[in-house]
């Protein structure tokens, strides 16, 4: 078992083993206040796992109880969000209370807004179950839910008091949602450097404490410098803001993590063309995407790809800030006008670095 302390706005423990859920009051108990506890969760997750999580908590005498939603990004609506908060004050949800957003990042970034925002915030418990929640979305303090016109447009910073990560949890990931987490790990390899990125060449589940640690820790040293994303925090949007442009083109039926891993390849060669890093570093980038299965065509023309960009709500003014590679474990943050963006693109994906 391993513990990572995030020391930001407020201060707090991620844990991070296997076989956790089993006695998870062990970790829960010390920080709570009131007896009431409640689960914000999805189908699959209360299906595979919420009786561990409540005999724990029962056998401690708390009071659970739990709001269930349809699992998928759909669910991360404005209804859901009302509809809980009234249930929680319908049940008489008081400030010294708990909430534990429980399962991916669905229902974490629900769960931690409702959290953030019932009586002004109480308690947040997040225990994550994907790799992508485990390694990205439990931690930070991002909250949100979407609009009608896009994606996280409703949230606030919220950090919470708990992370527990119970890596046994992963075992039951379909291979596709545990290969949209493996493209943010390898994002976190590339930013971070040769220690991750070079395990990241052995099956990840062989070392997954390890690895699951090494990105909860990178991201922890930027949230403690830039908690609420105004400079520093921006690198961790490596093969965002294409790989966004390519989810919102494919109507998002290309999914978050292949999407991303795209942009990464196309970063990388964007980087390559401006002389920031070198072929082989670009290589190596390609080869740990495709060696986890990922196809790296970026499918759409530059025109549309720099079109989608514009419409992405983190665009600011003329300019973009672009998360570039020098080299494994050196990036950066560049300022790029919105004019030469397409041109860039054009260049990376037709002229292939060779
Ligand atoms: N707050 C942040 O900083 C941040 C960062 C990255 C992504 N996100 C958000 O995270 C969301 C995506 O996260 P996600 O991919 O975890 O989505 P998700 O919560 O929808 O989970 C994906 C699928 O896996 C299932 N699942 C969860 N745990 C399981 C388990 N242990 N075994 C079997 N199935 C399981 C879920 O039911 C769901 O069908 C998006 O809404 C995104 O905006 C937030
Ligand atoms: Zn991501």
Do not use: W
């Not at 708390?62 to 004050?89: Q, R, T, W």
């Not at 970034?109 to 225990?127: E, H, N, P, S």
């Not at 052995?202 to 922890?220: A, D, G, L, T, W």
């Not at 990388?268 to 401006?274: A, D, E, G, M, V």
């Amino acid at each position: 078992m391993k513990r990572v302390i995030v020391k930001s706005s407020k201060k707090y423990s991620i844990i991070i083993g296997k076989g956790l859920l089993e006695n998870i009051s062990d970790h829960i108990l010390p920080i709570l206040k009131g007896n009431n506890v409640y689960i914000i969760t999805d189908d699959i997750v209360e299906s595979l796992y919420i009786s561990q999580l409540t005999k724990s908590l029962q056998r401690n005498n708390l009071v659970v109880h739990k709001y269930v939603f349809p699992n998928g990004e759909k669910s991360k609506n404005a209804n859901n969000y009302i509809d809980i908060l009234n249930d929680m004050a319908q049940k008489g949800i008081s400030r010294s209370d708990t909430v534990i957003a429980f399962g991916g990042g669905v229902p974490g970034d629900l769960g931690g807004f409702v959290a953030a925002t019932y009586l002004r915030g109480i308690k947040l418990i997040q225990i994550p179950t994907t790799l992508l929640s485990a390694v990205d979305s439990s931690v930070g303090g991002k909250t949100a839910i979407d609009l009608d016109k896009g994606k996280n447009m409703a949230g606030v910073f919220y950090q919470p008091d708990l992370v527990i990560c119970d890596l046994s949890s992963l075992n039951t990931l379909s291979d596709e949602t545990l290969k949209d987490g493996c493209a943010e790990v390898i994002k976190y390899g590339i930013l971070s450097g040769d220690l991750l990125f070079n395990q990241l060449k052995k099956p990840i589940m062989k070392h997954i404490e390890s690895i699951v640690y090494q990105c909860v820790k990178y991201k922890r040293d930027i949230v403690q410098k830039d908690e609420h994303d105004q400079d520093l925090r921006q690198l961790l949007n490596l093969g965002h803001t294409i790989g966004h442009a390519i989810e919102l083109l494919s109507g998002y039926k290309v999914t978050h993590g292949q999407a991303v891993a795209k942009g990464i390849s196309v970063i990388s060669r964007i980087s390559y063309n401006l002389s920031l890093c070198a072929k082989h570093t670009v290589d190596e980038i390609d080869n740990i995407l495709t060696g986890y299965g990922f196809d790296l065509n970026p499918m759409y023309s530059p025109s549309d790809l720099a079109s989608a960009i514009i419409m992405d709500k983190k665009r600011s003014n003329d300019s973009i800030n672009l998360i570039l590679v020098e080299d494994i474990g050196k990036c950066i943050i560049r300022k790029t006008m919105m004019n030469e963006l397409e041109d860039m693109i054009k260049k990376a994906i037709t002229k292939v670095p060779l």
